[in-house]
């Protein structure tokens, strides 16, 4: 067994930390698809009530779909990118965070064909969803801002 001196020690804690603070606290490049997730389904009512009201067709309804699309493939490209996950708790928050915006997603589309089918009420749909979609992405944002600060000063404390 090899002693060590003191200089060689810190050495030796200064590299482990600073590879360990490289690799596992940041801001997870995933979240830059969740504010097109919560934004996508924010416009469905509107577009919806539109179209309801211009007599138009189906092909504008589509229209948060693709944006869905291209949310799936920021989520595919960040998961290719950062494979370990990101830091510790991430997936939870993530979790706890797609179980909401699921939610809010049925009750998107359910509010939107069976609740509010006449044009006063629909249109008033129209306005406040999006509001809870907003508030969504910011609370979602904030939650991930909290989470990378505390870990960022358990490294550093």
């Known amino acids: 067994?090899?002693?060590?001196?003191?200089?060689?020690?810190?050495?030796?804690?200064?590299?482990?930390?600073?590879?360990?603070?490289?690799?596992?606290?940041?801001?997870?490049?995933?979240?830059?698809?969740f504010p097109i997730m919560c934004v996508s389904p924010s416009f469905y009512p509107l577009i919806s009530w539109l179209i309801r009201e211009s007599g138009q067709g189906v092909p504008l309804e589509f229209l948060p779909l693709a944006w869905l699309f291209v949310a799936a493939v920021?989520?595919?490209?960040?998961?290719?990118?950062?494979?370990?996950?990101?830091?510790?708790?991430?997936?939870?928050?993530?979790?706890?965070?797609?179980?909401?915006?699921?939610?809010?997603?049925?009750?998107?589309?359910?509010?939107?064909?069976?609740?509010?089918?006449?044009?006063?009420?629909?249109f008033w749909w129209a306005v406040v969803n999006p509001i809870l979609w907003l508030v969504l992405c910011v609370v979602s944002f904030v939650w991930e801002t909290i989470a990378t600060k505390k870990a960022k000063e358990h490294l550093d404390g």
Not at 78 to 97: A, E, K, T
Not at 98 to 119: K, N, R
């Open 1 to 33: 067994m090899t002693t060590l001196n003191s200089y060689a020690a810190q050495e030796a804690l200064d590299t482990a930390r600073n590879a360990y603070r490289s690799t596992s606290v940041g801001f997870s490049p995933i979240w830059a698809a």
């Open 74 to 122: 920021l989520v595919v490209f960040s998961v290719v990118l950062n494979p370990s996950g990101g830091q510790r708790g991430f997936q939870q928050r993530w979790g706890i965070m797609m179980g909401v915006w699921a939610a809010l997603y049925t009750a998107t589309m359910a509010m939107t064909h069976f609740a509010f089918t006449d044009s006063a009420a629909a």
